[in-house]
């Protein structure tokens, strides 16, 4: 299983990013998928998540009404559509799959992930 996350780079305040994560190699038949993001000397923390069946959605406070998620099922990845950027968004952002039944709280939970990508840079600045 390859989760392959690409879109991070350098923006300045205000500005727009989308994140793709495409898998590859994988077995489960339903399956939720995920961000996450890190800021430097900070632990890891959620950022969104959409289920497999009803495309249910779930953010942090601090992201909702900026940020989107979706997916697209024939081509097995997840977007992470990224708006009115803040210096606060400065992190390297993760994309995780799980084959956890999804709730709101399973699908907030870093444990509840079976699979990581390996991060793209997000670097908001002027």
Known sequence: VQLQASGGGLVQPGGSLRLSCARSG???DDYAMAWFRQAPGKGREFVAAI???YFITHYSDSVKGRYAI???NALNTVYLQMNGLKPEDTAVYYCAVGSMYYTRETATKETSYDYWGQ???VTVSS
Do not use: A, E, I, K
């Open 26 to 28: 994988f077995v489960y």
């Open 51 to 53: 289920s497999w069946s």
């Open 70 to 72: 979706s997916r697209d």
């Open 119 to 121: 991060g793209t840079l």
